[in-house]
């Protein structure tokens, strides 16, 4: 959604009032957005680093499918982490209403919703290149060696073209300082810069290059590939040539494809509420507008259901890969045994070193000469 760059409580009041309006249906969103998304939003900080670490230190994953779902995880992390400062604390400033948050705010909004922005879009593509890679192979499971040479390449090019693609909305934006209301909530102004207000950069760029490269296109060729793969694997030639290959292939076949399968219904949901907005923005945003609650809401609630979709990864894969479950299982346990085992040799030096002293107390109580006793003094 374009305008979600500039929410409506952030539109520029005018300049000789510094008097502020907190913005409608202010302490539901803080529900939404700063309680129950803050929650998923670190939930899924916690997941996604731990898969990224998982599939991304073996060459045996870098070098299979699992490249994708360890990008994946990595372009998670940074749309859950860029929440909380560009969601959560916005309203949490307003809520307050804080000047001190909404300045800090204002100063890192820009990089950080560009960067979100172009990880959300590599989210997508590299969404799109496991897709179609996975639909190749369910129809001519030959083609394996093909995508095994291509497949870096494939995943780099999708990172690239999410940075290529929403790198520019760096420009589109220029914060105004009004000097007159200084240390109040209207000290900053967010407005569209030349660039992003210009009628030929937002007709041609935003719109028919940008939105429908980022968004409509990833959507439906995801909605048609997934189709396509549930119906070809219904078919019984597909069952049979999958019969001809031994069991642990035709196991692990099965796992991916569903797999994929599940991330791909969970980015179809998640998005379902971004197409139908951008598409009404497009056709006419006036009327969208004057639905006032249902516009702000809806901005929160489409980055919402992007971080709650990036925390449902984890348990995808623990669901339908029995795989990452033997490796998640095997990490766990190692890492609870490495636990045990520094604590008992703790144990042991702490043990040593109390005998060691226990002995050479001992040791200086032989040396030490007896003192003289007082008997012996009198017969003296």
């Not at 202010?26 to 803050?38: A, D, S």
């Not at 800090?104 to 919703?113: G, K, R, S, V």
């Not at 934006?173 to 000290?187: D, P, Q, S, V, Y």
Request: glycine share 2%; net charge neutral; charged share 15%.
């Amino acid at each position: 959604m374009e305008n979600e760059v500039i929410p409506s409580e952030m539109q520029p009041s005018p300049m000789d009032s510094c008097v502020y309006t907190a913005p409608e249906y202010l302490p539901e969103r803080f529900v939404l957005v700063t309680g129950i998304g803050t929650t998923i939003a670190l939930i899924s900080i916690v997941e996604n680093a731990f898969l990224c670490y998982l599939l991304l230190r073996r060459y045996s994953f870098r070098s299979s499918p699992m490249l994708y779902l360890g990008l994946l995880a990595a372009c998670d992390i940074f749309i859950s982490s860029s929440y909380i400062p560009l969601m959560s604390l916005n309203l949490l400033a307003d809520m307050m209403q804080s000047p001190l948050l909404l300045n800090a705010w204002f100063n890192y909004m820009t990089p950080m919703i560009t960067i979100s922005h172009i990880a959300m879009t590599a989210q997508s593509f590299l969404i799109v290149a496991a897709t179609f890679e996975r639909y190749q192979l369910t129809v001519s499971p030959r083609s394996s060696s093909c995508f095994n040479r291509r497949r870096p390449y494939i995943a780099i090019g999708s990172v690239v073209l999410g940075i290529v693609t929403k790198l520019s909305m760096a420009f589109e934006l220029k914060i105004t300082r009004n000097e007159k209301c200084a240390g109040t909530m209207l000290e900053n102004i967010l407005n569209l810069s030349p660039l992003g207000a210009d009628p030929i950069y937002n007709g041609i760029w935003r719109f028919f290059a940008r939105t429908i490269i980022t968004v409509y296109i990833p959507f439906f060729c995801l909605a048609f590939l997934n189709a396509r793969i549930v119906f070809v694997i219904q078919k019984s030639e597909y069952i049979e040539q999958l019969e001809e290959t031994g069991s642990k292939r035709k196991n692990r076949v099965k796992e991916a494809t569903r797999t994929l399968i599940m991330i791909v219904c969970v980015y179809l949901m998640s998005n379902v509420l971004n197409v139908v907005v951008t598409i009404w923005e497009y056709i006419d945003v006036a009327s969208l507008e004057s639905y006032q609650g249902f516009y702000l809401f809806s901005v929160d609630l489409v980055s919402l259901l992007t971080v709650f979709a990036c925390s449902l990864r984890l348990p995808i894969y623990l669901t339908c890969q029995s795989q990452l479950r033997r490796e998640i299982v095997s990490f766990f346990t190692d890492f609870i045994k490495t636990r045990q085992d520094r604590f008992t040799d703790s144990t042991i030096v702490t043990h040593n070193t109390k005998i060691d002293k226990d002995d050479d107390s001992s040791s200086s109580n032989l040396l030490t000469p007896p003192s003289p006793s007082p008997n012996n003094n009198n017969d003296r």
